[in-house]
């Protein structure tokens, strides 16, 4: 096929290296001498005049289509003649490949259908390491196998000529027998072993070839994080199983220690019977000194007393302490007299004057005593249940065992018992019998003072009865269910809280009550109104209450009719004592309602009310004017002190025809120092004659503000006969019938 190729690259040259004839065509002589394409053949005898590399001479050039050498029978695209162009022969150079041919196992395509040697190599794999099992991943086709090949693909490992199918499995960490498991079978287990004691743990393992650091063979270690802990270390008493069989402090530990029974519990143990373990045994001790484990009493610490007279009984003053009994010691120490053998707590009492039983008694209960009775009473009757035999009469004891009750000295056969007719446990004393037990319905006690009424008797509780429940002679003194009743010496219905009686029934001049603070007044009690007076009329413990008396009389005078109205809220309009000034208190006429009330009458004037020719009294209330001879002191409703004797103030208000007008003071002081020229509710004038103080400004301004401007001239000036209507004489103010002056009042707050 390559020899094909290289003789069709030489043709392709030599073509290429022919002259090209580049002499015109000739096209105008006859055709047989006609050469179009100037190759220099004719076109008679040209296969194409127009291609000049179409002529015959030419040189066929293979597989270009193209007939160079105008020969039909010259190759084209057959050059081996195998009967198959290029196009389908697969190697034009050798006749013997084409898709015709038969394939042979020679690494060459005969049949031309792109696969050598098809279904007739043979599959071998690579066997590199020479035990005959070659590797599935390196497969070769030949036509033979080659050398360093098989014929088989299961190696699991080509690397290693110990590992293939059917090998024997290794313990060298390798797949020897290619079962995709690797040492199954051959591993040894080995167990953690962290406290390096050499035995392990045999939760902590591991499959391996050899040993690893850490770990051990063996998994026998009961304790792997302690390396004192371990099947080969010596058992010790510690609450600890030291070499791991599973029995902690077992007998035969090496520090495990001897003890002995103690079958009496004395506390020392018995030499002839150990018993070897770490903690000791119920009923075992560390002692091996005692001498007689059945009795308690015989032990190392057993004291022996000297018995001298014999009998079995120690006197207790010379001792030997030791286990084994010495001769003539014995255990007991309760001889009373080691020195007579008829003396010890085993001993019959006989009367001998010696105290054979050692019970402290001499002769008590001897053989031959008498039987004496106890009379703990004294009543010279014997208990028969409390009996001491003896020889002689002890103290405290009778021959005779008569008394029913040595409690009680009141009671023995001589007792009188008084009959109880109601049965309150005290008799009457007529009816009686004389014996020591108590007869029914008879008792000791013969008190009563009424023994047909069962709640009456000594002791009992006074009740409102009409009994003497108690017996002391008095009938329903102190009884339950008796009242408190208070004295009403006044008879107001209020009683004295100092005296108080209690019965069960009312007695005269007293009630039930006991809230009077003076029962020697009968308008003092809580029920009544307090009053101006300096008593405390209510009994609320308040004299004269400044919220219900306050200006009621001179003694409780308020400031002003203000300042009462302050202190009583709901004070009505009337008459009130004030004392402003602490001069004298004064009764003034009190306006409480009008625009806040609080309003104190200065003077009131009304021309109806006067008679020409008389002097107005009313009007004035001065001792001023008093003094002077014109008139005594005027009714509160018309004039007050206020006129002359107001302190501070702070609002003027004048009533003229019921109209009501209000000013605000500027001035302070009285009213002398108010008025001005005009405009105001009292004009300043300055009327000042010979008629002093009657003439003076308050009084003229007064005068002018009841009459005004519609009564005559409003200039007073210093004259009288200017007032025409209405005239002052002597300071004197009158009215005459045809003065019509208004109805007028001046207040003060």
Known sequence: MRRAAFALILLIACKDDAPVDTAPVDTGGPIEETDA???????????????????????????????????????DDDLDGDGYALADDCDDADAALNPDAVEVCDEVDQDCDGDVDEGLTTTSWADVDGDSYGDPESPTEA?????????????????????????????????NDCDLSVDEG????????LDGDGFGDAALTTEACTRPTGYAASDTDCDDGDRAVNPDA???????????????????AADAGAWYDDADGDGYGDPDAETVSCEAPSGTVADDSDCDDTDAAINPDTVWVLDFDGDGYGGGAVTITQCAQPASFVLDSTDCDDTEASA???????CDDIDNDCNGLVDDGSAGASDWYADADGDGYGDPNVVTVDCAQPSGTVSNDDDCDDTDAAVNPGTVWVLDFDGDGYGGGNITLTQCNQPSNYVLDSGDCDDTEPTAYPGGTEVCDSLDNDCNGLVDDGSAGASDWYADADGDGYGDPNSVTTACDQPSGTVSDDSDCDDTDSTVNPGEIEICDTVDNDCDGTVDDDAEVYGDEADCAGLSCDDILLTRSSAPDGLYWIDPSSAGAYEVTCDMTTDGGGWTLVVSADPSEVNAGDPPDFRYNSAVWTSAGYGSAGDATHVSEAWFDTPVFSELMLIKDSAVTTETASTSGDL????????????NTTFSSSYGPYGGRIFTGYVYAICNTANGSTNWGNGLGSVRSCQHTYGTLYYETACNCSTYELWIR
Request: aromatic share 6%; glycine share 10%; proline share 7%.
């Open 234 to 252: 010596t058992e010790l008493c510690n609450d600890v199983d030291d070499d791991c069989d599973g029995v902690i402090d077992e007998d035969d």
């Open 143 to 175: 036509c033979e196998v080659p050398s360093g090949y098989v014929l088989d693909d299961t190696d699991c490992d080509d690397t290693t000529a110990s590992a293939y199918p059917g090998a024997v499995e290794l313990c060298d960490e390798l797949d």
């Open 37 to 75: 394409d100037g190759d220099g053949v004719p076109a008679a005898v040209d296969c194409d005049d127009n291609d000049p590399d179409r002529a015959p001479g030419n040189t066929e050039v293979p597989y270009t289509g193209v007939d160079e050498d105008c020969d039909d029978s010259t190759p």
């Open 344 to 350: 010890n707590p085993g001993e019959t009492e006989v």
């Open 672 to 683: 002398d120092g108010w008025g001005k020229s005009s405009g105001t509710i009292l004009l």
């Open 186 to 193: 051959v591993t040894t287990t080995y167990y953690g072993d």
